[in-house]
């Protein structure tokens, strides 16, 4: 058994189902836990966040994720320096942090958006894909001596408009949304970025939270 890093609690970890992923949980199972689980063969327990996709199945545990009850805060996004902030102020619509390059390759073995590009070319259609990025350059503000990176993406793979994304897509975002921010995922069919940096929604029927 494991113990939290933060607040040395006892853990346990979760091999998520179909991601194979792992996720801490507090070491002991309570009955309105986020996740249903079951012991595996390696140690680990195996299961699944429970959404309205997968309902907790009847005789089997559930666990808390124990980000949820941490008692230490956790923040992985470092606290930003005062140029950092003065960078943000002056492109407050586009990422000060990171740019990405307008460039995809030529290469269709890499490249699976240019067979679509007539289906793909609707201005109200969403698509998720997965992307391979790299840093291609680095670029120091004078103005601040910030240094911000430039990504170009290597390979993208498209996987659906966002309306018909696969179960496990969506639970997979949720899930890495969750661990990055500490927060309940966002939507994925209703809200994009809009122009002005602010979350637009496209979709409005009541939906319940992912996680």
């Given at each position: 058994m494991s113990r939290c890093k933060h607040c040395k609690t006892r853990i346990r970890w979760v091999r998520l189902t179909p991601s194979n992923?792992?996720?801490p949980v507090n070491a002991v199972p309570v009955a309105d836990g986020e996740v249903t689980a079951w012991e595996g063969i390696d140690g680990d327990l195996v299961g699944f966040v429970i959404s309205r996709d997968r309902p907790p199945i009847a005789g089997r545990r559930r666990w808390r994720i124990h980000k949820v009850s941490c008692?230490?805060?956790?923040?992985?996004?470092?606290a930003r320096s005062k140029d950092q902030k003065k960078l943000l102020d002056k492109e407050k619509i586009m990422s000060a942090f990171v740019k990405l390059s307008p460039k995809l390759p030529g290469d269709p073995e890499i490249n699976g958006l240019d067979e679509l590009a007539e289906t793909i070319a609707q201005p109200d259609e969403?698509?998720?894909?997965?992307?391979w990025v790299k840093c291609s350059k680095v670029t120091k503000d004078l103005e601040t001596g910030t240094e911000v990176p430039t990504v170009e993406i290597r390979r993208i793979e498209p996987i659906a408009p966002?309306?018909?994304t696969p179960d496990e897509v969506v639970r997979l975002a949720a899930d890495l949304?969750?661990?990055?921010t500490g927060r309940d995922p966002l939507p994925f069919e209703e809200l994009v970025a809009s122009h002005h940096g602010e979350v637009e929604v496209v979709d409005s029927p009541e939906t319940d939270s992912l996680l």
């Open positions: 992923r792992r996720l008692p230490t805060p956790q923040t992985k996004q470092p969403i698509y998720a894909v997965l992307a966002v309306g018909a949304y969750h661990r990055r």
